[in-house]
């Protein structure tokens, strides 16, 4: 397999920004890393953070063991703030931006 087939792969179904590691551009491949890790861990924060409410209120007995009921608290819980919509796009974009630019670069050497 061609390092230019094997780094688009890589940064698509891997992780944004490790098929740049394939080409030599570590540093490079390091502006997609840095941004995916950090949003990621937005993500997981508020994930958790709800998930620790939830189970805390489901022991008190505050909440139900009902899934339609866990699943209407989860909507009213407001966890699609403007924080975890800017890291879930930040995501999305290093993700595609990574893939596009290992390409680009592939294409180019």
């Known amino acids: 397999m061609k390092a230019k087939t094997k780094a ?3 940064s698509a179904l891997l992780f944004p920004g490790l098929g740049h590691f394939v080409l030599k551009r ?3 491949g390091c502006l997609f890393i840095v941004p995916t890790l950090l ?3 937005v993500l997981l924060r508020t994930t958790l953070t ?3 409410q939830l ?3 489901i022991q008190s007995g505050a909440l ?3 899934v339609p009921v866990i699943m209407a608290r989860i909507s009213a819980s407001g966890g699609d703030d403007a924080s975890t919509n800017l890291a ?3 995501l999305v974009v290093c993700w595609l931006g990574a893939v596009l630019d290992a390409w680009w670069l592939a ?3």
Do not use: C, F, T
Request: aromatic share 0%; hydrophobic share 60%.
């Open 64 to 66: 139900p063991l009902d």
């Open 39 to 41: 949003a990621i861990g």
């Open 55 to 57: 189970v805390a209120e």
């Open 107 to 109: 294409r180019n050497q």
């Open 26 to 28: 570590a540093m490079r």
């Open 50 to 52: 709800l998930a620790d």
């Open 8 to 10: 688009v792969l890589i």
């Open 88 to 90: 879930s796009l930040v």
